[in-house]
């Protein structure tokens, strides 16, 4: 069974960073297009950030372009998401999610992704 936990949430003052983290088990991320989505209460889930199977390209909401950053350790079977310059409006639960097929490119769809974390939650304060 793949289960992806989400870890590196908290409660932050705005204009500081966080690093989030996706770990996986049950199925490696190799070879598979992982994604951060985010939800804030009285919001639908929202695209955040996505990286392709291998690492060569990723995708970002206009909303966190040029703050934030996805990277992948396929060593380590890691995902992360850097936040920089954090904005109240950054509050929300982010999940992580794992492609369903193998080869996906960096999506914003989230039908592209079977498998979703937990997720954690960052507050962000003004």
């Known amino acids: 069974q793949v289960q992806l936990k989400e870890s590196g949430g908290g409660l932050v003052q705005a204009g500081t960073s966080l690093r989030l983290s996706c770990a996986a088990s049950?199925?490696?991320?190799?070879?598979?297009?992982v994604a951060w989505f985010r939800q804030a209460p009285g919001h639908e889930r929202e695209f955040v950030a996505a990286v392709n199977w291998n690492g060569g390209a990723v995708g970002y909401a206009d909303s966190v372009k040029g703050r934030f950053t996805i990277d992948r350790d396929d060593f380590k079977e890691m995902v992360y998401l850097q936040m920089n310059s954090l904005k109240p409006e950054d509050t929300a639960i982010y999940c992580c999610?794992?492609?369903?097929?193998?080869?996906?490119?960096?999506?914003?769809?989230?039908?592209?992704?079977?498998?979703w974390g937990q997720g954690t939650q960052v507050n962000v304060s003004a």
């Open positions: 999610a794992q492609g369903g097929r193998q080869f996906g490119d960096s999506s914003a769809r989230a039908g592209e992704y079977d498998y």
């Open positions: 049950g199925r490696s991320f190799r070879g598979y297009a």
